[in-house]
């Protein structure tokens, strides 16, 4: 009697865990664990974003920043924001940079830009008709930058000629930059006996011109543009921007995008002589720099983090004809992106109007802003090459951030 009374009780007891695992199996399928695994371990919020990050069952607190905090400074402050499942159990912390508002003055207009290199760039070798013949030039590499001339600072091609004229014959000392790296290097100068001077035999340029389209413009005036860099086609490198000048363009036209064959914005400059900002920055987020008026557009719209980015409707405000306007696009991926990249979004144009004049994403078009929900979510980047009304889309906060 004694066993059976045992049996009975281990029979309860097992009878009583397997309930409690397919409750706590039922409470588990109710919450959205792989989308809060995606999300980011750093991110940076606005205080209203909270607002849309929720998600079913899952409660956020915020620690480090109180409700009361309505006098944040547009300085961020360091928090730490956990979800919890059910109010309860912690299943997610994320290291967070809390801003009380980011607002930017929304872009989608065209932007010519001419930037001058820190340095001349070697963009390739070549031959110096000497008295002994075709002579090759000094062993500098593709993609080499020229600071220095005899420790004299080389910014155009213009400063290596006049140093090459006061030079003459004599070995010269080069301080160069390759891939990343500072060293110094020693050339004899070569002198060419039909353009009767001496040259190093190097092909060589100092600036690079490129049309884009701007994505924001901070009320200080500071801009972002592009959402990626400025490629030099001769070294297929980023061009190493030191200082530039922003120009008003306009698009003049366009040659439709096919699959295989991207298509393009066509643009002129607006009063060459007369600049409306600076290009200081050229990286893989963008082209930045500075307005000396920010009134192109007076759309002023709230940055949203890019963990309330969801797939769904969208929209992009884009110039491809004499005006600026707004079409619908659809986001058709959004990452949350654990480390900062500039592929985060997949967007699709579904705008009739936008498919008929440019078959989908232009090259020119990088740089038009992505809207959701009212705000400023990122900025087109890439075009797909076999799909044309695709293409890619960075998160606003790494242009910001960048």
Known sequence: MLMMGGKKFANRILLGLCMLFVCIGFFVVQLPLEQIYD???CASVSYGDLETLKYKNISIDLEGVTDTQNTLSDAPINATMTLKAFGIFP????????????IVFAGGYPLGMVMGSNGVLVIGGGQVASEQGDL???????????????????????DIAKILKQNGDKK????????GQSMDVTANPLFDTVAQEYKLGVWVKDKIAGLGTVSYVKPTGRYGALGHS?????????????????YDAKIVGCEKGLVG???????????????????????????FGSFDKCDRNPTVMDVA????????????LSTVDDQMKEYQVQIVKASKQKQQDDKGMVVKITDKELLEKTGGILQGMSGSPILQDGKIVGALTHVFVNDPTKGYGMYLDFMLDN
């Open 230 to 246: 400025i490629i030099d086609s001769d070294t297929n490198m980023i061009f190493p921007c030191f200082v530039g000048k922003a």
């Open 172 to 179: 010269m000392l080069l301080t160069i930059v390759r891939e």
């Open 261 to 287: 064959k991207p298509g393009a914005l066509k643009g002129v400059f607006n009063g060459v002589d007369k600049p409306i900002g600076t290009v200081e920055k050229n990286n893989k987020f963008g082209v």
């Open 91 to 102: 299943i997610k912390r994320i290291k967070t940079k809390v801003y009380k508002k980011r």
């Open 305 to 316: 983090s890019r963990l309330s980015v969801k797939p769904g409707k969208a929209s992009i």
């Open 136 to 158: 090759d030039g000094i062993e500098l590499k593709k993609g080499d930058i020229i600071k220095k001339i005899n420790g004299e600072t080389v910014l155009h091609i213009s």
């Open 39 to 41: 999300l980011p371990s």
